[in-house]
């Protein structure tokens, strides 16, 4: 199984659009239900409007109906894996718990496995909003 999620992210890494940084990244996350959902990096010539991979997952995601993450994976063509950036990981923490797996995987064949809660301890969450009146 966590082949099938590999073989995904490493398939979609092929279409990212990164004429700028050179850089290409693929995510695919399996969701609660089981379907698979595919990200690429997509950058843009204004360099802050660029977009991870692991939002186009989410995106994608979340337009199919999903909302719950059961595992992702993110590769890329690095010396060592590559992990989702600051601001992925809060993303990837709204749709899962602490202990989903986060594959991190190069095209030469390295994987490792990690967490969502090892990548982002200290969450942001409701519960820090206690106080605040909508
Ligand atoms: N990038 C991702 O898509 N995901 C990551 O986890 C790290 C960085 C992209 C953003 C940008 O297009 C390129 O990699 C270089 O930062």
Do not use: W
Not at 31 to 51: D, K, L, M, Q
Not at 60 to 80: E, R
Not at 106 to 123: D, F, N, W, Y
Request: glycine letters at 12%; a negative charge; one cysteine or more.
């Amino acid at each position: 199984m966590p082949d099938a999620l590999i073989d995904a992210a490493r398939e979609v890494r092929e279409t990212a659009y990164a004429p700028y940084s050179g850089f290409r990244v693929g995510a695919a996350i399996r969701a609660a239900s089981g379907r698979i959902y595919r990200g690429c990096n997509v950058e843009n010539v204004a360099f802050p409007e660029g977009t991870c991979a692991e939002a186009g997952a989410i995106a994608a995601m979340v337009a199919g109906g999903d909302t719950a993450l059961a595992a992702i994976c993110v590769i890329a063509d690095s010396p060592s894996p590559v992990p989702p950036c600051g601001g992925c990981r809060q993303k990837l923490a709204e749709f899962g718990g602490p202990d989903v797996p986060v594959l991190l995987a190069t095209t030469s064949g390295q994987v490792l496995e990690t967490t969502i809660g090892a990548l982002l301890p200290g969450r942001f969450g409701t519960g820090h909003m206690a106080n605040a009146a909508p």
